[in-house]
């Protein structure tokens, strides 16, 4: 989309002001009303059916016509599979169909989770405004671009359209200083995050990362960060571009694109700083994303289920971190299942031509087919009653793995494997590193 910005603006902008001006075709500050239009919008089987019901209730006619913008869409088949039963097949079906019928692109089963596959099969690009009927498109975020969540009525709009209504959302500016330690992951600093800034801290705000510690964190951190920032009540997680970014989009796109930066005497709600050396392991208890303690404080608690994977916690380096840890623990403890899902087709395949895969299958690993898996409880294995699970996953509030009487505990990949190899809630810190 060409536009010009309006000049002679009043102030400096927001990361998010200025890419969601981007959108809009003018200059738009906290609190406007912007009439946007979306570079990429992406629904799962979870969102597309409804969206294509309101689609039809807005024709005079009652028909489903063609999307306004077919070319920017994507339709990812990732919450639903074989084990999710024919009423689930349908509506995939149903997604499936209507794609086909008008162009639309369709991430199929087994390729992975939408998230992952539109950051690294580049239709997210920095500076642009992209939206997800699911709130993990918080995600996009991690390559500065405008990434967020969205209901189906929303996709419908952009189906009927092309655009979108957002109020643009004040912005809260996350300072990092320093490096994390070898003991600790990015997912340590965003439950650090949670746990200081609760489940509503930072609801319908922007949380915009900055500081020298940016520099130090690489892509699968910055997405990790993006992609848990909506469970602080965020409406997106903003990075800037910079070496790191263009090195990972280098490989995957040779589109053009032209990143966005936030003006020096932009207006902040508030500002945080965090101190990433100082960061420990962490674990966010039952039912609530910000019941976070250190995890040495947590006891000495059993755990039946570990589960690596979703878009939080599914690439390669989180893999990679687990791995070591079940080697030099030699293997699963007694008593203990270990799912690994893969977030992407891509991954997998990654993990299979080095033999990790292999090894965690010889450690006593389960393996099961790219996608959202048992994170949302719709397909995958779900826990039976009275387990407790320690999930790489961004969600922990009862019933998100398909069992409300089950038990779910976040913490990072290594955490994750830690307790795998020793069968309970245990500080990375005490384990051979």
């Known amino acids: 989309m060409s536009i010009a910005l309006q000049p002679g603006s009043m102030r400096g902008q927001t990361l998010a002001e200025k890419l969601l001006s981007r959108a809009a075709g003018k ?19 979870g969102s597309i ?29 990732d919450h639903y599979g074989p084990v999710s039963g024919a009423r689930a097949l349908a509506l995939q079906a149903r997604a499936r169909d209507y794609a086909q019928a008008h162009g639309v692109c369709v991430y199929e ?68 200083m320093g490096k994390l330690p070898p003991y600790a992951s990015a997912k340590d600093l965003a439950l650090t995050m949670a746990r200081r800034l609760g489940a509503g801290g ?20 910055r997405i990790v960060l993006a992609n848990m920032s909506v469970e602080m009540g965020a409406k997106a997680g903003l990075f800037p571009y910079d070496t790191c970014t263009g090195a990972w989009l280098a490989t995957r796109t040779d589109a053009p694109f032209e990143p966005a930066a936030a003006d020096a005497d932009a207006v902040y709600v508030r500002t945080l700083t965090f101190n990433l050396d100082a960061i420990a392991p962490q674990v966010a208890l039952p039912h609530r994303v910000d019941n976070v303690v250190d995890i040495n404080a947590a006891g000495n608690t059993k755990i039946d289920m570990v589960y690596l994977g979703t878009c939080t916690g599914g690439r390669t380096k989180d893999y990679r971190e687990a791995l070591d840890v079940l080697r030099q623990g030699g293997g699963v403890a007694a008593g203990v299942r270990l799912i690994v899902t893969p977030a992407s087709a891509a991954i997998q395949a ?18 099961q087919p790219p ?12 826990p039976a009653d009275g387990e407790r699970v320690l999930s ?38 005490e384990t051979k590193q």
């Not at 200059?27 to 089987?45: K, N, Q, R, S």
């Not at 498109?137 to 957002?166: E, H, K, P, R």
């Not at 922990?396 to 990072?412: C, D, H, V």
Request: aromatic share 6%.
């Open 27 to 45: 200059t738009v500050y906290a609190g406007d009303l912007a009439i946007c239009e979306p570079d990429a919008a992406m629904g799962t089987d």
């Open 49 to 77: 059916p409804m969206a294509l019901d309101y689609f039809r209730d807005m024709q005079e006619d009652g028909t489903l016509p063609a999307p306004a913008h077919a070319d920017r869409l994507v339709f990812a088949l």
């Open 109 to 176: 089963v087994g390729e992975g989770i939408g998230h992952q596959l539109m950051l690294e099969r580049g239709r997210v690009l920095p500076g642009q405004l992209a939206l997800g009927a699911d709130s993990h498109a918080v995600s996009y975020g991690a390559l500065n671009a405008f990434g967020s969540g969205i209901g189906s009525s929303d996709f419908a709009g952009i189906l009927q359209c092309g655009q979108i209504w957002l109020k643009v959302p004040g912005t809260i500016r996350v300072v990092l």
């Open 202 to 221: 930072a609801n319908y705000l922007a949380l915009e990362f900055a500081g020298p510690g940016v520099a130090t964190l690489d892509m699968d951190d």
């Open 350 to 367: 990654e993990l299979e031509e080095s033999g990790m895969l292999a090894e965690f299958q010889t450690l006593g690993a389960e393996l």
């Open 371 to 382: 996608g959202c898996g048992s994170c949302c409880g719709t397909c995958g294995s779900v």
């Open 392 to 429: 790489t996953a961004n969600r922990n509030f009862k019933g998100r793995m398909g069992n409300r009487q089950a038990q779910i505990y976040l913490a990072s990949p290594r955490a994750c494997a830690t307790a795998a190899v020793t069968g309970r809630l245990t500080d990375p810190r």
